[in-house]
């Protein structure tokens, strides 16, 4: 067999230990602030019936969906005409019935539907886990990737849409960010925008091109809008309205003129204000400073029908990091009617970029390890596995190093693995029960029994 070489496919990452240490940081920080606002953890298969996912994210989403192909001879099965016309989306719903899931929120919405006798509502929930898309890899976008998701279903209180807010400033602040921006904007004044032109029907199409301002600019936007049915005349009325400018509430105000004659687009603007409303009840106050109304927000995904939201840090190059919106009949796709839900997600591959840039995370040790024994041999095994023991049950991370070898190579491996201390037990420690414990940073040796021993680590234990 022929040598191949290792490498990973395009879009994907391995985590070294230092790494994890860093993602669990963020991981840990984002579970702490979810549980303090009153949500609770689950997670669902990585892989999803195809049925399930398609449909739910708009055509261009459905089009960077991981399909899985059956197993077995999975052409077997395929219509021969449609294997000749070599067409591959009228062959995919005869080869693949499974797909990788696109994101956590629709995954989340069959979960409700399929244990709606056993969840209490309002349902909030948590789930931290991988996603993947077949989307272009660059930098801050990889083609599996972890998101962070808090929703509630259940409830159509707007108060759920400020505490997201609050989520999100408590969240950011904690992992160290200083400058964000949260931007809302709502689907139903999209949808007055495109009624108010004479296009509701274009809404999708709208949506789309204008959520692609910041990438493709106001003339790419204005040629995508021409290519999907809108007229020039559209485009000269929309062109004001995109390039809205001044504090929240003068947008809100330009936009209650805008949209006089639509009581859609009128609803979204005062789902806004009440929003903000709440937030200032909270004691929040110049919300200006990191809340942006953004009528370019769009959230190109059909499921969103309320408040939208997108957050993106301003102390480094990088897309949004976070995003989210209301979701009123999500789950009425999987035949659960008026069940409203909403819901925001964290972007952790992103996060990760943006500390890292900014060298946020924390100065600790990547050691899982506290302490190293010594191994001098099989004739030290009576005293130095019982005392490993009974580091381990008093919540010590500690290891012996596996082999007898030279006492230079065992104290590298503690250095490699940035292990804070080392156990020599040899027989001069064995014959007076006090060992020597050496610290590996400033190499000070001191002499210690095994209570003392247990006692010193158990006090400056590193937390795993």
Not at 59 to 65: N, P, S
Not at 163 to 179: C, H, R, S
Not at 240 to 268: A, M, T
Not at 445 to 450: G, I, K, L, T, Y
């Amino acid at each position: 067999m022929a040598n191949i070489k290792p490498s990973l496919a395009k879009g994907t990452r391995d985590f070294s230990p230092q790494e994890m240490e860093k993602r669990n940081y963020i991981f840990n920080t984002l579970r702490t602030v979810f549980k303090k606002f009153g949500y609770n953890e689950i997670q669902t298969p990585s892989f999803e019936n195809l049925s399930t996912l398609t449909g739910k994210y708009g055509e261009e989403g459905d089009k960077l969906i991981f399909k899985i192909l059956n197993s077995g001879d999975y052409l077997a099965k395929a219509p021969m005409e449609v294997l000749t016309e070599k067409s591959s989306n009228k062959l995919i719903p005869h080869i693949s019935e499974k797909a990788l899931r696109y994101d956590l929120t629709v995954p989340f919405a069959r979960y409700v539907v399929m244990h709606q006798h056993e969840i209490a509502l309002p349902f909030k929930r948590f789930q931290i886990q991988a996603v993947w898309r077949a989307d272009r890899p660059q930098r801050g976008r990889y083609r599996e990737f972890y998101q962070c998701d808090v929703d509630v279903v259940g409830s159509s209180s707007l108060l759920n849409e400020a505490e997201f807010i609050l989520v999100y400033q408590e969240a950011l602040t904690a992992l160290g960010l200083k400058d964000f921006t949260i931007k809302i904007n709502n689907r139903k004044i999209l949808s007055g925008i495109a009624e108010v032109i004479g296009k509701p029907e274009l809404i999708v199409d709208m949506t789309v091109a204008i959520d692609k301002l910041d990438k493709i600019g106001l003339d790419g936007v204005n040629k995508e809008l021409l290519a999907r049915g809108f007229t020039q005349a559209d485009l000269d009325v929309l062109k004001p309205i995109i390039l809205l400018h001044g504090s929240n509430d003068e947008k809100l105000l330009s936009l209650k003129d805008v949209l006089s004659v639509s009581s859609i687009g009128l609803q979204g603007i005062a789902e806004i204000e009440e929003v903000f409303r709440y937030l200032k009840n909270f004691g929040l106050e110049g919300l200006d400073d990191f809340i942006e109304v953004d009528i370019t927000l769009a959230r190109g995904l059909n499921y969103y029908t309320g408040c939208i939201f997108e957050v993106k840090t301003n102390e480094v190059s990088m897309g949004s990091i976070g995003g989210g919106g209301r979701y009123d009949d999500l789950t009425g796709m999987f035949g659960l009617k008026d069940l409203t839900g909403v819901g925001v997600s964290f972007g952790a591959d992103r996060i990760y970029d943006v500390l890292e840039e900014l060298q946020l995370f924390p100065n600790s040790s990547s050691a899982s390890t506290q302490v190293l024994i010594v191994n001098f041999g099989e004739e030290t095994y009576p005293y130095t596995l019982p005392l490993l023991y009974n580091l381990r049950e008093a919540g010590v991370a500690a290891e012996l190093y596996p082999n007898a070898v030279k006492l230079k190579k065992q104290m590298g491996y503690a250095d490699a693995k940035k292990i804070p201390y080392a156990l020599l037990i040899g027989e001069e420690e064995i014959a007076s029960g006090v060992y020597s414990l050496k610290d590996m940073a400033s190499g000070e040796q001191q002499r210690v029994s095994s209570e003392q021993l247990i006692a010193f680590l158990t006090k400056n234990a590193i937390s795993c």
